[in-house]
């Protein structure tokens, strides 16, 4: 059974820094890319990130703040976020993608329940 568990969501300040962190089980995590997406209520989900490990795809809106890298021997995957800003408060979600679309949320086949980050102005 697959099982992905995001942490490191918060409540912090405008200008601050997060990493989330999300941890998979149940697959052979080396072989699939994995992404982050974002979600607040009454939008559709948000690509934010995605890597394959080389490979590294980022939503416009994060580019040059937002990292992802992953870490295959711990079958972990990270988002480091710097200068965050409330426009960055959402549900934050990680997902294995099955198909390596990366900005497609159809390309994934496993989701975790997210983890929550807010934005203070």
């Known amino acids: 059974q697959v099982q992905l568990v995001e942490s490191g969501g918060g409540l912090v300040q405008a200008g601050d820094s997060l990493r989330l962190s999300c941890a998979a089980s149940?697959?052979?995590?080396?072989?699939?890319?994995m992404g982050w997406f974002r979600q607040t209520p009454g939008k559709e989900r948000e690509f934010v990130a995605g890597?394959?490990?080389?490979?590294?795809y980022y939503g416009d809106s994060v580019k040059d703040r937002f990292t992802i890298y992953r870490d295959d021997a711990k079958n972990m995957v990270f988002l480091q976020m710097n200068s965050l800003n409330p426009e960055d408060t959402a549900l934050y979600y990680c997902?294995?993608?099955?198909?390596?679309?990366?900005?497609?949320?159809?390309?994934?086949?496993?989701w975790g329940q997210g983890t929550q980050v807010t934005v203070s102005s």
């Open positions: 149940g697959l052979r995590f080396e072989v699939y890319a």
């Open positions: 997902a294995v993608d099955n198909m390596r679309h990366y900005t497609d949320y159809q390309s994934y086949i496993y």
């Open positions: 890597t394959s490990g080389a490979a590294k």
